[in-house]
């Protein structure tokens, strides 16, 4: 078992980065863990009394009958129905959810943005989410939304939980702490961190102000991509997956839980902390994962492979072979393609693509994709390396070459994305980024042989 050295203090705002009680690996695994020796049931889960005064529950996030089932049970303080009281409808007027069509907005086009700027204005992770883009139908649960997050003050005694969706979090500056019902996951950039559906989290500033991206996932859950021919090895693996062990606490303070529920946001009073759950076992967990440690795979003789040979997590939808969301991450690289255009070459799409910069340089687009900024190339609109980079792919002395001081990464959709009214009217929006193709040059000869 896994036992943090003080789990009634583990999650407290004021405990030190060292203490952190550690994770445990895998994806998809069945994990188990507890942070009182004995609180953990063995051989069954809902036995008629739990020690310690535990209440057992469990958290599914599939339906009872799905193959497999996602479910994890909670030995815990309190049960959740005391952390849910009468609901007061609030506004968080920065964070939307599809469908949201301005019709003063064009979302037809090619889009670039710079990095969203820092204000002198106090933000906690709810308050400083800004919504991109929307795809889908947050009802229906399918399609997702892109968000940035800007944060610069801890969340105290307060928490949130989305029954909408879960969160996939890519920070770019800044580091956070998520203290989750089932245990702490520290979050840095180079790192992204999967927060189910349903699970209540608090968010804390260790170093700040915070920026990063979120893709929120109102479909099936994000899953490792099948690996086909490549079989099993380099790409995500699911060792590099790290899950919280248990740790809680057990606190008597007022605090207020906040619902995203159907799109809209409801608060409701409490009196303790509901980061109560002292032991659990299951399937249904948070994780973070070191992009580090993704192994790209690719070409070794000639051409370039789709975008898709660099997918980390897959959200299915109900058409084989098209995604609700992929989660693409180009990073540091060997090219040795032979006689080859390497850079992404130009193409139209059926998925859209929104691509985000967390540090160097892209190398379809040398100039203007700078760290923190995003860009979109909705479906069906050409989008491709810019007259700098496509010059310097077909000229250069083609051998071995390490893409160095790059990571960049794409939430893609088989949704068209919408842009909302804060990226088209707010957020600095790139006005001059389609003339980055204006320069492009006919370069046709019909000369028979002629290159």
Not at 243 to 257: G, L, M, N, Y
Not at 301 to 310: E, G, M, T, V
């Amino acid at each position: 078992m896994n036992r943090p050295t003080d789990p009634h203090k583990m999650t407290q705002a004021s405990t030190p980065v060292g203490t952190h009680p550690g994770y445990m690996p895998g994806f998809g695994n069945d994990f188990e863990t507890e942070a009182l020796p004995g609180a953990l049931p063995q051989g069954m889960n809902s036995p008629q009394k739990c020690n310690y005064g535990l209440y057992g529950e469990q958290l599914s996030g599939t339906a009872f009958t799905a193959n497999p089932p996602e479910r994890t049970w909670c030995y815990r303080i309190r049960p959740s129905v005391k952390h849910s009281h009468r609901y007061v409808k609030i506004d968080l007027p920065f964070w939307k959810s599809a469908p949201c069509v301005d019709p003063d907005v064009i979302s037809l086009g090619q889009y670039r943005w710079d990095p969203v700027p820092h204000s002198d204005e106090g933000l906690t992770w709810l308050t400083g989410m800004r919504t991109m883009t929307t795809a889908g139908d947050v009802n229906t649960q399918v399609g997702m939304a892109s968000h940035i997050y800007l944060v610069t003050e801890s969340m105290v005694d307060e928490y949130f939980f989305s029954a909408d969706s879960e969160l996939l979090v890519v920070p770019q500056e800044g580091r956070l702490r998520f203290a989750t019902e089932m245990g702490i996951i520290d979050l840095e950039p180079k790192e992204i961190a999967i927060i189910p559906r349903g699970l209540l989290y608090r968010v804390e500033v260790l170093e700040g102000p915070a920026r990063g991206f979120v893709c929120e996932n109102y479909g099936q859950k994000f899953e490792l991509p099948g690996r086909g021919p490549i079989g099993a090895n380099c790409m995500a693996n699911p060792r590099d997956f790290k899950a919280p062990v248990a740790a809680f606490e057990d606190r008597e303070v007022p605090s207020t839980v906040t619902i995203k529920w159907c799109g809209q946001f409801h608060i409701t009073k409490i009196g303790h902390s509901p980061l109560d759950v002292v032991a659990w076992h299951g399937n249904y967990t948070p994780y973070k994962y070191d992009l580090n440690t993704y192994c790209p795979v690719g070409a070794i003789l000639f051409d370039h492979p789709d975008p898709s040979i660099f997918t980390v997590l897959t959200a299915p939808s109900g058409q084989p072979g098209t995604a609700n969301i992929d989660f693409v991450l180009f990073r540091e690289r060997w090219m040795v393609m032979e006689d080859t255009f390497r850079p992404p070459w130009y193409h139209k799409n059926i998925m859209s693509e929104l691509m985000g910069n967390i540090y160097g340089q892209y190398d379809a687009k040398p100039q203007g994709f700078i760290p923190g900024g995003m860009s979109l190339h909705n479906m069906m609109i050409p989008h491709g390396p810019d007259k700098e980079a496509f010059e310097k792919a077909s000229n250069s002395n083609l051998g071995p070459d390490k893409l160095e001081n790059t990571m960049s990464f794409m939430f893609e959709t088989r949704f068209p994305q919408h842009l909302t009214g804060f990226a088209a009217t707010e957020a600095p929006l790139q006005d001059d980024y389609i003339d980055c193709w204006s320069d492009i040059e006919k370069k046709f000869d019909g000369t028979p042989g002629k290159k």
